[in-house]
């Protein structure tokens, strides 16, 4: 898997919202090549068979992720408010995304709270001393997770994150 990620041997209870906050269709072989042999599995003759994996990648994220075999259906955990980062570290193709923050607001509001503001861009040098905006619509912590993994890059440019909206007083 690489990354830096940290396998967890039991699911981060504490650590993260009971609910998925997203579910989405992946390829089963797709995740696999992706995060490697699950955490943990469910009994393979199981009604719905799952794999299961707890995950913990260097910026911090703390992800519990659950694939339904027979559907290839994924239900992602997480601590908080951080769906774009959660996907940006899968980097898997998804569909069928459903948000619990689209599907039902009240119970999302209910377990997260107001959702993160994704008002903050990457942006780097382009080595002739003119900005380009790399990302945007990124979480604080999004923003600062991907400027450390483009700075461990090797290059020797510079990367720095802005936020788009004026602060709150």
């Known amino acids: 898997m690489g990354d830096g990620v940290r396998r967890l041997s039991a699911f981060p209870r504490g650590e993260l919202i009971e609910e998925p906050l997203f579910t989405a269709r992946i390829s089963e072989l ?3 090549e992706r995060l490697g042999p699950p955490t943990q599995a469910s009994e393979p003759m199981a009604e719905d068979p799952c794999f299961y994996w707890d995950l913990v990648w260097p910026c911090g994220l703390v992800m519990g ?3 339904h075999q027979l559907d290839e259906r994924l239900a992602v955990r997480l601590g908080g408010d951080e769906i774009g980062h959660a996907r940006r570290h899968l980097a898997v193709e998804l ?3 459903e948000l619990l923050r689209d599907t039902d607001p009240a119970r999302y ?3 997260v709270g107001d959702p993160a ?3 903050w861009e990457v942006w780097s040098d382009d080595g002739r001393g003119r900005p ?9 912590a999004d923003a600062h997770c991907l400027i450390e993994e483009l700075s ?3 290059q020797r440019t510079r ?3 802005r936020c788009t909206e004026p602060a709150s007083e």
């Not at 380009?132 to 604080?140: D, E, I, V, W």
């Open 30 to 32: 797709g995740l696999l």
């Open 65 to 67: 992720i659950e694939l």
């Open 95 to 97: 569909s069928e995304v």
């Open 109 to 111: 509001r209910e377990l």
């Open 117 to 119: 503001p994704a008002a």
């Open 132 to 140: 380009t905006r790399l990302h945007a619509g990124l979480t604080s």
């Open 152 to 154: 461990r890059s090797g």
């Open 159 to 161: 990367y720095w994150a």
